[in-house]
């Protein structure tokens, strides 16, 4: 059976990066610098993946989205655009799990450690993480932690972390013990998972689905301002 | 040859998807939000959320019903502001996409300039030019229009909405959010007997801030005398407070007909859904010999029509927008 040709959309973060890969391999790859305004750009770079893949939209078989944690509104840009394209072309939606795709990033270039801990930043000291042994098995599960010293206690070293929490994490890991491996989010790295859902037909539903938010909006009730009748 | 612009709205809290061909709406469809309801006002993270959510099915049953399918769409018309960034980031995404996914123009419509064109979703058809008083609850604003697409604001608030008024003296009263519709009913049950103060703002210009604040004093002391007063006084405080909101309308609408010279004198926006603003603007008409028009219900509150008949007078004119577009959270109309 010949490999899935796939459209892989990575906006967890500030990172807007969009590939098309046929199976393992990659054929196009739109990478912005850091900052950029996904909005503006993330159609022209789904056009310019096709053109240097050399096909249509038309003929792909499904669209990958990045599934977070990671910024809400990029995620919701990434998402609202996946479903623009599997509404029109009757496409099948894909989503994977963006701490997951940086664990095996990581792993692939620091093959040594004994744990991974991918991390995205949630501003201030705070980070979306999970924790994964040498055989990438979840250690812990996804959430968002406040950075402390002590995190790593009990956890088999040497540990990796990586993704765009992980610089300002590093500081408070000086006894060693913990690595940093430079490593932002990529569509190609979504190609493994995105594979492993194509073949067992994990698709999500188009209208319905959201990404992984992981948290509840902020909302703060205000106090009524005259004493209630 | 027929044209068929979808329209795609998400700019507050509404996700909104229609149908204009040949510019007749064929679909008119709203996905609301109950959410809201519970913090007395819109949540912008929440709004885009459910805007993700309702997006694909809103869109598919304006399709549905207009017996429309999506190849025979001409181009895509979508909200690119003013509103909610994070609302309107869903609609001009998902709309870019479709427009790539389908190789169709994109058109990009002003929210406030689509409310005006709401006028001409049925006959009659107003005669340019023409004035227009938009007031929602995000918006208040005289427009002369010129031309379909030819419009320039006379005058604008200066801080809140008139909608916005309304929906703090209802949070203010414990009335459910939107307050709107529910003031109009129990003002209909009381007498304008209280008085509240008229801002002075020189021009076309409205303020609504000063009017809560005094709203807010007037209940303050009251209830401190009275601890039963809103509860006693409701209906009648409600007549007031919308007597007062509909006369700072109405007096600067009229400023701006005379001013210009206008007749034909129209109103949109989701507060023109408001009996004493409707019984005043006919009065207004009559009295000083306008042609008055107020469109349907369903096209005053934020829509997709409206937003489809706006893009279907910029397809005439081959007004479209590269997909480098991004949505603009403020955008006056001209």
Request: hydrophobic share 45%; proline share 6%; aromatic share 6%.
């Amino acid at each position: 059976m010949r490999e899935p040709l796939l459209l892989l959309l990575e906006t967890a973060t500030e990172v807007c990066s969009i590939g098309v890969a046929r199976g393992r391999e990659l054929l196009g790859l739109q990478e912005s610098p850091p900052g950029q305004d996904h909005a503006a750009i993330i159609t022209l770079y789904i056009e310019a993946v096709m053109e240097q893949a050399g096909h249509a939209l038309a003929e792909l078989d499904a669209i990958v989205v990045s599934d977070g944690p990671g910024s809400y509104t990029s995620l919701r840009i990434g998402a609202a655009t996946a479903k623009g394209i599997c509404f029109a072309l009757q496409k099948p939606l894909l989503a994977v799990d963006t701490l997951q795709s940086l664990a095996e990033a990581c792993k692939a270039l620091a093959p040594g450690c004994r744990a991974y801990c991918p991390m995205i930043d949630a501003r201030r000291m705070e980070v979306y993480t999970a924790l994964f042994d040498e055989a990438l098995r979840r250690l812990w599960d996804t959430q968002a932690m406040v950075l402390r010293a002590e995190m790593f206690q009990g956890v088999p070293n040497p540990v990796a972390i990586c993704g765009s929490g992980a610089a300002k994490a590093l500081p408070l890991f000086a006894q060693g013990g913990v690595h940093h491996i430079s490593l932002k989010c990529s569509a190609t790295y979504l190609i493994a998972q995105a594979l492993n859902a194509w073949h067992r037909q994990d698709f999500q539903d188009i209208a319905y689905y959201v990404p992984m938010y992981l948290k509840p909006p902020n909302i703060t009730i205000p106090k009524p301002r005259i004493s209630p009748a | 040859m027929s044209v068929i612009i979808l329209g795609i709205e998400s700019s507050c809290d509404d996700t909104a998807a229609a149908i204009v061909q040949d510019g007749k709406v064929r679909s008119n469809c709203i996905a609301g939000q109950e959410v809201h309801r519970l913090y007395g006002g819109v949540v912008p993270e929440a709004a885009s959320r459910a805007h993700l959510s309702h997006i694909v099915p809103v869109v598919q049953q304006a399709m549905e019903q207009a017996g429309v399918a999506l190849h025979q769409v001409d181009a895509i018309a979508f909200t690119r502001g003013p509103g909610l960034m994070g609302s309107l980031l869903v609609g001009v995404s998902f709309a870019k996409s479709l427009a790539l996914s389908l190789q169709r123009p994109l058109i990009e419509v002003n929210h406030l300039l689509a409310h005006v064109a709401s006028n001409f979703a049925d006959p009659p058809m107003p005669n340019f030019p023409m004035l227009c008083l938009t007031v929602s609850g995000g918006h208040t604003q005289i427009v002369q229009v010129d031309d379909y697409l030819d419009m320039r604001p006379l005058g604008q608030t200066l801080d809140d909405a008139a909608g916005e008024a309304f929906d703090k003296t209802g949070k203010l009263l414990g009335i459910e959010y939107p307050s709107g519709p529910l003031i109009d009913r129990l003002a209909q049950q009381g007498q304008a007997r209280f008085a509240f103060p008229e801002p002075q703002v020189p021009g076309l210009d409205f303020s609504f801030s000063g009017l809560k604040t005094s709203i807010l004093h007037f209940l303050q002391k009251h209830t401190a005398a009275n601890p039963d007063f809103v509860k006693q006084n409701l209906p009648d405080i409600c007549a007031s407070v919308q007597h007062r909101i509909v006369t700072i309308l109405m007096r600067k609408l009229e400023m701006a007909a005379a001013q210009t010279g206008i007749r034909e004198v129209a109103i949109a926006g989701g507060v023109s859904a408001n009996s004493e603003l409707r019984r005043q603007f006919q009065q207004a008409g009559q009295r000083l010999g306008w042609k008055v028009y107020i469109p349907r219900l369903e096209y005053c509150t934020d829509n997709a029509a409206m937003i489809a008949l706006a893009g279907y007078f910029k397809y005439l004119r081959g007004d479209f927008v590269a997909h480098d577009v991004t949505p603009m959270a403020r955008w006056s109309m001209v």
